[in-house]
């Protein structure tokens, strides 16, 4: 930033947006007028087997940025969403959509809150560019979960500018999505850079399909079946109006919630997520872990019930020592 921008103002601060405490004090310190809010676990796989950090990061994390916000004066508060909080089948895109409806129900004067969603970044840490690019160099193989696999993708600079824009339109409570034309099939997408690389895909470069991975869909979608899209002036941004939660209301969602977590409950965990999120459909990875420790913790209380207590004898066994003399 010093290098590129030596004009801008610029200050480093490190913290963990789970620490309410961190938040405040930096908020205090600098007085934010807008704050863009991209701080998450977005690995969707990753996430389907972290799900508690999952939801303390972007939930919880996200509940700690608007409370500041709220305290300390913050003019619009920008949060960053995914196109996986559509109708989401992982944890990743719950939290997202989570996170959405969270900072809609703050909505009440104070701080304008929008949500911006879109898709894949091209170039992006954890792009598939980079890492085809990499394989590519390494003389293959190129490794996709599925043939028939589409994202959404769009340039850095492009998202970024469309997120500033979004921005600067938001009365508070939006939902804007921006547009990122049509998918593209991941595996054309590695033919084409195996081609940019002057080598011949399936010949010199071997192109591996490893299975779709826990909580991915095959392809991602732009809204819910109760939101309806509605054009704005610029005509690479819609936005959404959609159903939202009042305050009190998700506020009970969210103590459940952090009990989940508190227990590392992962049925009860499932079970709020669904009450908050109607179209979450769980993998089957996240519903066999629930019921699994459910299961689990069950066999535990039958056998702590079942433990005698020590120097205590079964009445049974009393009864057969007094028949039997």
């Given amino acids: 930033m010093r290098e590129s921008f030596p004009e801008v103002a610029f200050c480093a601060e490190i913290g963990n947006i789970q620490s309410l405490q961190r938040v405040r004090e930096v908020f205090a310190l600098h007085l934010p007028a807008l704050v863009l809010h991209a701080a998450a676990f977005k690995h969707v796989p990753l996430m389907e087997k972290h799900m508690f950090q999952a939801v303390e990061n972007n939930v919880f994390g996200t509940q700690n940025l608007a409370t500041a916000a709220r305290e300390y004066g913050v003019q619009d508060f920008v949060m960053i969403s995914s196109d996986k909080a559509v109708n989401p089948t992982n944890i990743m895109g719950t939290t997202k959509r989570v996170a959405e409806l969270l900072i809609r129900s703050l909505q009440n004067g104070g701080p304008r809150f929008v949500s911006v969603r879109f898709g894949n970044v091209l170039g992006s840490n954890g792009s598939v560019v980079p890492i085809f690019k990499k394989q590519i160099a390494s003389g293959g193989p190129v490794t996709i979960t599925h043939p028939d696999m589409e994202r959404y993708f769009m340039t850095i600079p492009e998202a970024a500018q469309l997120v500033l824009q979004a921005c600067t339109m938001g009365r508070g409570g939006e939902i804007f999505v921006l547009d990122m034309g049509q998918p593209v099939k991941i595996v054309d997408l590695a033919r084409q850079l195996i081609r940019l690389s002057g080598l011949r895909p399936d010949e010199d470069i071997r192109i591996d399909f490893t299975g779709v991975r826990p909580g991915e869909k095959l392809y991602e979608e732009i809204n819910m079946g109760d939101e309806n899209m509605l054009p704005t002036h610029h005509e690479k941004i819609k936005v959404f109006a959609g159903n939202s939660m009042p305050e009190d209301a998700m506020a009970s969602h969210l103590q459940r919630l952090r009990k989940a977590c508190e227990q590392r409950n992962p049925r009860l ?9 109607p179209d979450y459909a769980a993998s089957k990875e996240i519903v066999e872990r629930a019921f699994t420790e459910n299961l689990v913790n ?28």
């Fill in 269 to 277: 965990l499932v079970r709020e997520l669904k009450a908050i999120v």
């Fill in 298 to 325: 069950l066999g535990r209380v039958l056998q702590f019930n079942a433990t005698p207590v020590p120097d205590e004898k079964p009445a049974a066994v009393v009864h057969n020592q007094r028949r039997h003399g």
